[in-house]
Nanobody, 122 residues
Framework: VQLQASGGGLVQPGGSLRLSCAAS????????MAWFRQAPGKEREFVAA????????YYRDSVKGRFIISRDNAKNTVSLQMNSLKPEDTAVYYC????????????????WGQGTLVTVSS
């Protein structure tokens, strides 16, 4: 499975961005999908995940109410709508695909995209 993330960029605090991740190679629907992020000098951290059907989602506390993860299994894509962005959201965002269940542990995810940079700054 190959994952291609896009949609990053520079946005002012309070603004919005929508990240997308396209899966190819095998159908994306068998996989749990997630977004992680890594800020400079910090470890990669879990952001959000969605189960195979799209009926269940999970978020890290700091993004709850601001970010929305969704998926389109017909198009093999997963998206992350990010609203009310804060400077502390600045990071490289990675999409990931796993095969088991929703997890915040990056070791549970087998496939990773290349990352897209999100910078929140005035």
């Amino acid at each position: 499975v190959q994952l291609q993330a896009s949609g990053g960029g520079l946005v002012q605090p309070g603004g919005s961005l929508r990240l997308s991740c396209a899966a190819s190679g095998r159908a994306g629907s068998p996989y749990v999908m997630a977004w992680f992020r890594q800020a400079p000098g910090k470890e990669r951290e879990f952001v959000a995940a969605i189960n195979r059907s799209g009926g269940r989602t999970y978020y890290r506390d700091s993004v709850k109410g601001r970010f929305i993860i969704s998926r389109d299994n017909a198009k093999n894509t997963v998206s992350l709508q990010m609203n009310s962005l804060k400077p502390e959201d600045t990071a490289v965002y990675y999409c990931a695909a796993g095969v088991n269940f929703i997890s915040t542990n990056r070791a549970e995810y087998t496939y990773w995209g290349q990352g897209t940079l999100v910078t929140v700054s005035s």
